[in-house]
């Protein structure tokens, strides 16, 4: 689909990219939650706009939207989209990134020239084993990359450029959409799905070459209020219950060796404790809940709402609340009803001589919403790797197969009409 002597824009564009500072703030009262990354998305529409994507713009909320026109005769094409997110993890630091190109890789461990205790090593990125002889970009040591998710955005761009470029490639409306505050958990807060138009979209945001994630996990937060009793306590005898005590009592009744983070893999869920606030009167822990299905959630609001009911059995004077929010659901709920979304993906990395591979996530994706809010919408692979850490590395070769994959999937839809 992509002749072997196209000249690929996407890591220039990358290396461009990543030296925007996008981080966005889970502190935040704003949307987006850091004005920066308004300055990224500014500028990626004066880039669409000089490529020739004429209704490029960018909302007052920081979405950047663009249509790829259809090229074709065929009127009953579904619009297809493709979706990044342009700001990066509050965990690490993203200003001031210098990237470093490491050419013809040896396949061994990379030490990063500014700190040279920060290594990323073969053994916890297995990955690296097969990419010996290709170029793999990382940051200095300073701050972590950026290529979750601004290697999407530079996929996506060189995709619709390829596109314009060879008009002889047929393919429908394609949708461009470039989100901020999917780090923090509102990247599709205020996404307008009517307007985006798409029938089916893409996050390009994933990890392992010629991956597709349909599924991911189901989430809820739990929050768990423990009222003591204050008093002064030069007089509190029999009298002051120390909420900060029930917390720590109720916390250590957690399971040690399962339904955490650290002792789970694969398709295990766990409950998170992720914060606790408090004093002597009320003390607050707030959870993470994770699991594959909605009937596994329940089973894990049920055990906490017991293990609370027992530490306050052991405080009589003690009281606590237990309030659950949701925040989002397994998207292959949806997605299995729309079985055409994934085969394309499926088909279009067969055709570049990718083997698919269908996975899960253990997290979340601004898919998942989007999937409950009527746009089917898994996760295809952008070729980023140890995102959120300064160990964060990418494929140029990786890169160029994920271009390959958004431009075969629109000639697909095309097809297929």
Same mark, same amino acid.
């Given at each position: 689909?992509?002749?072997?002597?196209?000249?690929?824009?996407?890591?220039?564009?990358?290396?461009?990219?990543?030296?925007?500072?996008?981080?966005?703030?889970?502190?935040?009262?704003?949307?987006?939650?850091?004005?920066?990354?308004?300055?990224?998305?500014?500028?990626?529409?004066?880039?669409?706009?000089?490529?020739?994507? #004429? #209704?490029?713009?960018?909302?007052?909320?920081?979405? $950047?939207?663009?249509?790829?026109? /259809?090229?074709?005769?065929?009127?009953?094409?579904?619009?297809?989209?493709?979706?990044?997110?342009? #700001?990066?993890?509050?965990?690490?630091?993203?200003?001031?990134?210098?990237?470093?190109?490491?050419?013809?890789?040896?396949?061994?461990?990379?030490?990063?020239?500014?700190?040279?205790?920060?290594?990323?090593?073969?053994?916890?990125?297995? &990955?690296?084993?097969?990419?010996?002889?290709?170029?793999? +970009?990382?940051?200095?040591?300073?701050?972590?990359?950026?290529?979750?998710?601004?290697?999407?955005?530079?996929?996506?761009?060189?995709? /619709?450029?390829?596109?314009?470029?060879?008009?002889?490639?047929?393919?429908?409306?394609?949708?461009?959409?470039?989100?901020?505050?999917?780090?923090?958990?509102?990247?599709?807060?205020?996404?307008?799905?009517?307007?985006?138009? !798409?029938?089916?979209?893409?996050?390009?945001?994933?990890?392992?070459?010629?991956?597709?994630?349909?599924?991911?996990?189901? !989430?809820?937060?739990?929050?768990?209020?423990?009222?003591?009793?204050?008093?002064?306590?030069?007089?509190?005898?029999?009298?002051?219950?120390?909420?900060?005590?029930?917390?720590?009592?109720? +916390?250590?009744?957690?399971?040690?060796? &399962?339904?955490?983070?650290?002792?789970?893999?694969?398709?295990?869920?766990?409950?998170?404790?992720?914060?606790?606030?408090?004093?002597?009167?009320?003390?607050?822990?707030?959870?993470?809940?994770?699991?594959?299905? &909605?009937?596994?959630?329940?089973?894990?609001?049920?055990?906490?709402?017991?293990?609370?009911?027992?530490? $306050?059995?052991?405080?009589?004077?003690?009281? /606590? #609340?237990?309030?659950?929010?949701?925040?989002?659901?397994?998207?292959?709920?949806?997605?299995?009803?729309?079985?055409?979304?994934?085969?394309?993906?499926?088909?279009?990395?067969?055709?570049?001589?990718?083997?698919?591979?269908?996975?899960?996530?253990?997290?979340?994706?601004?898919?998942?919403?989007?999937?409950?809010?009527?746009?089917?919408?898994?996760?295809?692979?952008?070729?980023?790797?140890?995102?959120? &850490?300064?160990?964060?590395?990418?494929?140029?070769?990786?890169?160029?197969?994920?271009?390959?994959?958004?431009?075969?999937?629109?000639? +697909?839809?095309?097809?297929?009409?």
């Amino acid at each position: 689909m992509i002749p072997a002597d196209y000249q690929y824009t996407c890591v220039e564009r990358f290396l461009r990219y990543v030296k925007y500072d996008t981080q966005s703030d889970e502190n935040s009262e704003t949307f987006p939650s850091t004005e920066k990354q308004k300055i990224l998305g500014a500028d990626l529409v004066k880039e669409l706009l000089a490529m020739g994507i #004429d #209704d490029a713009a960018m909302d007052e909320n920081g979405y $950047v939207m663009a249509t790829l026109p /259809a090229n074709t005769d065929k009127a009953n094409v579904p619009v297809v989209g493709f979706i990044s997110h342009m #700001d990066t993890s509050p965990d690490v630091t993203g200003e001031n990134v210098k990237p470093v190109m490491h050419e013809n890789y040896d396949g061994k461990d990379i030490v990063l020239p500014e700190d040279n205790s920060i290594v990323i090593t073969v053994a916890d990125n297995p &990955s690296l084993k097969d990419k010996a002889g290709e170029t793999i +970009i990382t940051a200095d040591g300073t701050t972590l990359l950026g290529a979750d998710n601004k290697a999407g955005i530079a996929e996506i761009v060189d995709a /619709a450029h390829f596109l314009l470029s060879h008009p002889e490639i047929k393919h429908g409306d394609v949708r461009i959409c470039f989100t901020p505050d999917e780090e923090v958990g509102q990247g599709t807060k205020f996404f307008d799905v009517e307007k985006f138009g !798409a029938k089916y979209a893409y996050t390009v945001d994933g990890e392992q070459l010629g991956s597709i994630e349909n599924e991911t996990f189901c !989430a809820d937060s739990l929050t768990v209020e423990f009222e003591g009793v204050s008093i002064h306590p030069g007089f509190a005898k029999d009298k002051l219950l120390n909420s900060v005590k029930m917390a720590a009592r109720f +916390i250590e009744k957690l399971p040690k060796d &399962s339904l955490s983070p650290e002792t789970t893999e694969n398709k295990e869920g766990y409950v998170h404790p992720h914060g606790i606030s408090g004093g002597i009167e009320t003390t607050t822990i707030k959870f993470l809940l994770r699991a594959f299905t &909605s009937e596994e959630l329940r089973e894990q609001e049920a055990f906490l709402r017991k293990l609370v009911d027992e530490t $306050v059995a052991e405080f009589p004077k003690g009281k /606590a #609340d237990v309030t659950v929010q949701e925040s989002y659901r397994n998207m292959r709920y949806v997605l299995d009803e729309h079985p055409q979304v994934l085969e394309v993906a499926k088909e279009a990395m067969k055709r570049i001589g990718l083997e698919p591979e269908i996975g899960s996530i253990r997290g979340g994706t601004d898919g998942a919403r989007l999937s409950y809010m009527g746009l089917p919408c898994p996760n295809i692979f952008a070729g980023e790797h140890s995102f959120h &850490s300064k160990r964060e590395w990418a494929s140029v070769q990786d890169m160029h197969k994920a271009v390959q994959t958004i431009v075969t999937i629109a000639a +697909i839809f095309e097809e297929q009409a």
